[in-house]
């Protein structure tokens, strides 16, 4: 029996991240909102930081990205992690990248 959190998973497991994991949120709102709800349900992982990535070539700043970084974890990066993470991306229409 499969389910959707499985299929994240074995998703995340493709490929895991060997460093930062970044968060790629549209709104800044959203990434605030990103960064306190991590800190409250994987408080192992650290603070996460909120960093500003203006878009290449785009002068207005409502033209920007919003980046959750996370460090990589001593015991790096597991593949129910990374799918949760992801979970919680999409859930603001948002996705992760890696560093």
Do not use: F, K
């Not at 497991?13 to 306190?36: F, I, K, M, N, S």
């Not at 203006?54 to 001593?74: K, M």
């Amino acid at each position: 029996m499969s389910s959707g959190t499985n299929a994240a998973e074995n998703s995340a497991a493709d490929h895991l991240p060997t460093g930062r994991l970044l968060l790629v949120l549209t709104d800044r709102d959203d990434a605030e909102e990103v960064e306190r709800e991590l800190a409250e349900r994987w408080p192992a992982l650290g603070p996460a930081q909120l960093v500003r990535d203006a878009l290449a070539g785009e002068d207005d700043a409502e033209d920007a990205q919003w980046l959750v970084v996370l460090e990589r974890p001593a015991d790096g990066w597991d593949a129910a992690t990374v799918a949760e993470l992801e979970a919680l991306a999409a859930e603001y229409d948002g996705w992760r990248e890696e560093e």
